[in-house]
């Protein structure tokens, strides 16, 4: 009898512990979920020669941004993907997740980082050096980004 009284109080403790796990899993999504609410929205687009970027940033109540980017690439070159990242100070710093056109590369998916400084209402995306170090491609930080020698320098447009 006393084994039995042990084993239900058990349970019901166990039982009890679960439910408050779940309720703090529901807060924690729940939180994240408020985290990510789109809190405004930039659109942008850069011409250089025959090339077209399209940028479309939305930013998130957490003070991230992710967004969308398309790149037309002369001749026929089409990179369509996604940006998440956040400023540091004035610059963005993003990772671009992308596929592209080629027919070599068809079904694969890459990311390079990209950083853009913002001046005034443009975002200048910057040259810096990358390095790739076991499949994952970064900005070398002892490496200074150039800001002025550039091709591309995103005006805002009007969202669509």
Known sequence: MRNLAL????????GLQ?????????????AKADAETVVGTQCYKAVYEKDTIDLKLN???SGKLSGD???????????????????HGDTLFVDYTFTTNAPTDK??????PMALLKKDKQLILG?????????VTYLVKDKPIDFE???????ETECK
Do not use: H, W
Not at 107 to 112: A, G, P, R
């Open 7 to 14: 084993s239900c109080l058990l349970l019901t403790c166990i």
């Open 18 to 30: 679960s439910c408050k796990n779940e309720e703090k899993q529901k807060e924690a999504a729940a």
């Open 59 to 61: 930013t998130l109540k």
């Open 69 to 87: 980017l398309t790149m037309k690439v002369a001749p026929s070159t089409v990179r369509t993907g996604e940006v998440s990242g956040e400023f």
């Open 107 to 112: 079904n694969k998916t890459f990311k390079n």
């Open 127 to 135: 040259n810096g050096t990358m390095q790739t170090t076991m499949g």
């Open 149 to 155: 020698n550039v091709k591309y320098k995103f005006d």
